[in-house]
């Protein structure tokens, strides 16, 4: 078994890594106090071909694999977790969903712009529309309608927590047609933002990823064309599980960045903070709680990698990547506590950025299938 990047992937990682220290860094501090969207770092994403990392090139995307995308998030998230959770959103769910499943008319149309994040020079990205006031966890319980008006939709409904909500230039929209068929009356439609009857509600004022752009979406007798499902009718629930399995490997990599950003900022900082006449990096305490982040890191690095090479060699993944996201966004979370514990009063203001990455942290537990939903998903498949 082969543990080395290819330099390939290495180029990846040192491209990704020089993009968030002088691209995302700056500036970082203040778009999470003003719930500033990150437009500009993201269309220098896109330029460089990070919003569409594993689309096939004659879709306008880098043509990458799994692996290499996951290693460009660690390091977009190690700086800043709303930057990459805009590209995890674009790349994961929307781009991969289209290319998967969308006809060749739709991806023409779509994808290709989405692929290179922008469109005529102005930013292109999508947004995925599953959840709803009453509707987590329990993706089945949609309230969002598409009635079939024969050769259109009429869509009415509110998705909630939306990823790029008022961005988005695409919405991605799971809608219940037929509610006597449970989930199996569930479509996936492609709705342009500017179709009349859409509203964007106000940002929400969150407590982390506060550049990310996330807001209700609500829609009042939306004219769909049929033309714009993606699969064939009652194919949107499927979609929609399928899409966030390979959402999780994404996830789970912003989550890891948060983990080693707060980890190698604490090494930095014990190495230059002295007490009792000595760096704290000597004291055995210290050492104790870097030697435990860096071995948590390194395991969750390694979960990520599995899920993502499952992905890549067409292997179920729907266990990897349930096992990655639930191992790696705890250990986000409490890396980041930690790192605020060994910065002591330092730790808890904002110019030394690890009391950001803890409340940045939270979410990874929470968004694209909770910590309880990845253990009930790992359980069931012990129960097989």
Known sequence: MNFELSEEQLMIQQAARDFANHECLPGVIERDEKMLF????VLKLAGLGFMGMMVNEKYGGAGLDTLSYVIAMEEIAKVDASTAVCMSVNNSLVCWGLEAYGTEEQKQQYLVPLAQGKK????????????EPEAGSDATSQ????????DYYLVNGTKNWITNG???????VMAQ???SKGSKGINALIIEKGLPGITVGPKENKMGIRG????????TDVKVPKANRIGKEGFGFKFAMQV?????????????????????????????????????????AIQFKLADMATRVEASRLLIYKAALDKDTNKDYTISSAMAKVFASETAMWAATEAV????????????????MMRDAKITQIYEGTSEVQRIVIGRSLAK
């Not at 990150?38 to 770092?41: A, D, F, R, Y």
């Not at 008022?166 to 991605?172: E, K, L, N, R, W």
């Not at 990310?212 to 829609?219: G, N």
């Open 38 to 41: 990150p437009k500009e770092q």
């Open 120 to 131: 005529d020079n102005e930013l292109y990205i999508g947004a995925f529309l599953l959840s």
């Open 177 to 179: 047609t037929d509610r």
């Open 212 to 219: 990310s752009d996330t807001h209700s979406i609500q829609f």
């Open 244 to 284: 966030l399995n390979g959402g999780r490997i994404g996830i789970a990599a912003q989550a890891l960045g948060i983990a080693a950003g707060a980890y190698e900022r604490s090494v930095n900082y014990a190495n230059e903070r002295k007490t009792f006449g000595k760096p704290i990096i000597n004291h055995q």
């Open 166 to 172: 008022s961005s988005a230039s695409v919405y991605f």
């Open 341 to 356: 514990q060994i910065h002591g009063g330092y730790g808890y203001v904002k110019e030394y950025h690890v009391e950001r």
């Open 143 to 150: 309230h969002t309608t598409a009635e079939d008006m024969g």
